[in-house]
């Protein structure tokens, strides 16, 4: 439902934001790609069924009830009025739309990254992988509240940036390849209050399958 290209996710803000449509459509939670255990040791199974059965639901509901207010809101006052509940539950389900993608099973895809494009990018933009993930985690482990860690390709300098974003703000000056939820309903259950061993856990189920696809779309 979401696409993971830039060109087509400013579109689906764009609409959010957009003049009152004389039709919606009614966002709805994308299944995962995975069972709620299959990420374990790294991630474990309550913690996943809670973030997307309960917190990501949340979100689509949240979106689905601010576009219905916008469509019959009849000022321009109270339109602008939405807009922080747009772009917070807007933002909300396309970050965990694209997280869920970005993850996989250790014994699949998680993990794994083969020799190509992504790795040859990322050796170029940051020296090696193992100094990527240790620039990508200190940045992320250093946004303070909740919000979300980014490797994003950049389109004006082709260059693959680590870039973070507050509270659910999506990502919209670069295009995402890799995204970090860093709020606490995605560790807090097994990590605790000690997020830099979920940043270093989770590169065991990362999809990097999945960000070379993106990074092959961002790069056409």
């Not at 299944?31 to 913690?47: G, H, K, R, T, V």
């Not at 990502?171 to 807090?188: K, N, R």
């Not at 259950?189 to 065991?204: E, F, G, H, P, R």
């Amino acid at each position: 439902m979401l696409s993971i290209a830039k060109s087509a996710l400013r579109p689906s803000l764009a609409r959010a934001f957009a003049a009152p449509a004389t039709s919606m459509s009614i966002h709805t939670l994308p299944d995962l790609p995975y069972a709620y255990n299959a990420l374990e040791p790294y991630i474990s199974e309550a913690i996943m069924k809670l973030h997307h059965s309960k917190h990501h639901q949340t979100y689509v509901n949240g979106l689905n009830a601010a576009e219905k207010s916008y469509a019959q809101s009849p000022s321009v006052k109270e339109r602008i009025a939405l807009q922080s509940a747009l772009k917070f539950n807007g933002g909300g389900h396309i970050n965990h739309s694209l997280f869920w993608k970005n993850l996989s099973p250790a014994n699949v895809e998680g993990g794994n990254l083969s020799d190509g494009a992504l790795k040859n990018a990322i050796e170029r933009d940051f020296g090696s992988v193992e100094e990527f993930k240790k620039k990508f985690n200190a940045a992320t482990v250093a946004i303070q509240g909740s919000g979300w860690g980014w490797l994003g390709y950049n389109t004006a300098t082709n260059m693959l940036e680590i870039v973070t974003t507050a509270n659910q703000d999506p990502l919209l000056s670069h295009t995402p390849i890799i995204g970090v939820d860093i709020w606490e309903h995605a560790f807090y259950l097994q990590y605790q209050n000690v997020k830099a061993d979920y940043l270093t856990a989770i590169w065991n189920v990362v999809n990097f399958n999945e960000a070379e696809r993106r990074l092959a779309e961002a790069t056409k």
